[in-house]
Each structure stands twice: as C-alpha cells, then as structure tokens.
C-alpha cells in the first residue's frame, strides 16, 4: 500500500515512480470447460502483481476469437464493467462444439506521460470447450503474438510453459518477456525484483517458465513499434507493442 501510495504521489507531482509493468488482461472464468457453454471475459489495463492500479481502458479496438477455424467478433458483447473508477469491460461468447477458443483484444493505444511513450499490448488466452485439447495452438494473426508450444490449457501448477515470441508472423530473437502473477492478495513480493519476473527468449524466440503457484500467469513480449505516434503535446513518441498470453496453473487435488 505504501508503495501504491508513493507511486501515486510521484506520479502527480510528475516525478519518474518506481518502474511498474503494465498489462493488458483479458482472462475468462475457466480455462477449460468440460461441457462447452458460456464463457464470460474480464478486460482491464493493470498491474497483476500489484494488484493495480488499474489504468483507463478504452473500449476496444478489435476484439474476436478463433473457433473452429473461423474468427468470430465479440465486439458486440462489450459491456462496460469499471475497476476503481477506471474503464473496464466484460465479453461473453459460448462454445457450443468441442475445441479450443483461442480470445485475442486489441486494445486502443494507451498514453502513458510517466514514460512518455503509447503502450499498444495484443493480448489473447485459451478455454478449451468440452476438454478437448484440439486447437490450442491456433494463431489470431496479431502484428506481435505469442506461439504456445505448451497446451495453455489444463495445466498443474509448476509445469514449464514454453512459447514463441512473433512479429508479423515470424521469430524474434532475444525478445524480452515480462511475466507476472495475478495476485489474489496472498503473497507479498519481498522486494521490487519480485513483482515482474524478466526472461529472454534464446536466438530461435522461444522462451520457457515454470509457473510456481496456482492461477493466472501473463506473459508480455515488449517490442518497440515500427513508427512514432503523436503525444498529446503534438510530438512525436515512441510506441511499446506487447504479444500477451494468458495462462492458468491449477494445483493438483483443486477444481
């Protein structure tokens, strides 16, 4: 809290705060759903680990999913659900037939003056209908994406998630990945180093991570983007473009 205290007033008296990693959530109410149905997504624009703040989210730019070989818009089941008084959304879709869905949003850029710099993170996550295990591994297409290599769905807490970090549909080598927790309020960080683990990926892109406690793991791949964009001030800026995945580490004797 005193942290969160800090940051706010160095942030208000534009004073450059501790560094906090800013990710795009797009997280559904089960992973796996072992007779299809709904499924219902919480948005927002956050800090995991920290357990916020939460950031103004716009309504999104893009929002879909890859089902059965088809990309389905979800934009239509927007429905604003605020966070301490900031924009955040809701998104329902159902899964009527065996597969995985594979959500992605694209958000509208984010200004953020602390770093003087627009923030444009393309997020996605997996539910699998009916425990299939088919189609996890689907692309949505996003300009920057991570690839999984390990079934995002159904996972025990501890297993390694490997994945491939791509622009434009190809590896980047050496990318930086940025991972966090979504805290529940249970673990205090000890320190900074602890809130936003730091992981490269080798020279083929591929990354590794073995998730130690149970629940929502992000993983952020942070690239600079291809062109400036204008601040608000009129000048030009440089633009973070983030690939997110989403995954769920459950433990073993839990539902």
């Keep these: 809290m005193l942290r969160r205290i800090c940051l706010g007033l160095a942030l208000a008296a534009g004073v450059s705060g501790p560094a906090l990693a800013h990710f795009q959530e797009i997280l559904p109410d089960a992973d796996v759903l072992p007779e299809g149905g709904k499924v219902t997504l919480s948005l927002s624009f956050t800090h995991p680990m920290d ?23 979800l934009a239509p089941s927007l429905a604003e659900h605020p966070i301490d008084g900031k924009s955040a959304w809701t998104a329902t879709a159902e899964l009527r037939e065996p597969g995985a869905a594979v959500f992605f949003v ?10 003087g ?19 996890w591994d689907a692309l949505a297409g996003l300009p920057v994406e991570i690839q999984a290599l390990t079934r995002p769905t159904g996972l025990w807490t501890g297993n390694l998630f490997r994945g491939i970090v791509l622009k434009d549909g190809k590896p980047v080598p050496f990318a930086e990945i940025e991972v966090e927790w979504v805290n529940d309020g249970s673990v205090t960080p000890p320190n900074e180093a602890f809130i936003t683990q730091v992981i490269k990926a080798d ?8 998730m130690p406690r149970a629940g929502w793991w992000g993983f952020a791949a942070l690239l600079e983007g291809d062109a400036p964009m204008k601040a608000p001030d009129g000048k030009d800026v440089p633009v973070e473009t983030g690939g997110l995945i989403w995954v769920k580490a459950t433990d073993m004797g839990t539902k």
Excluded at 61 to 67: C, D, F, S
Excluded at 106 to 115: H, M, S
């Design 117 to 135: 710099k627009y923030i444009v993170h393309y997020a996605k996550v997996v539910a699998d209908s009916y425990a299939s295990g088919e189609g």
């Design 203 to 210: 020279a083929s892109g591929t990354f590794a991570y073995a």
């Design 51 to 73: 357990r916020g703040p939460t950031m103004e989210m716009a309504r999104p730019a893009r929002l879909g999913m890859v089902y059965g070989g088809k990309t389905v818009d």
């Design 106 to 115: 694209e958000p509208k850029p984010y200004w953020e003056p602390a770093e």
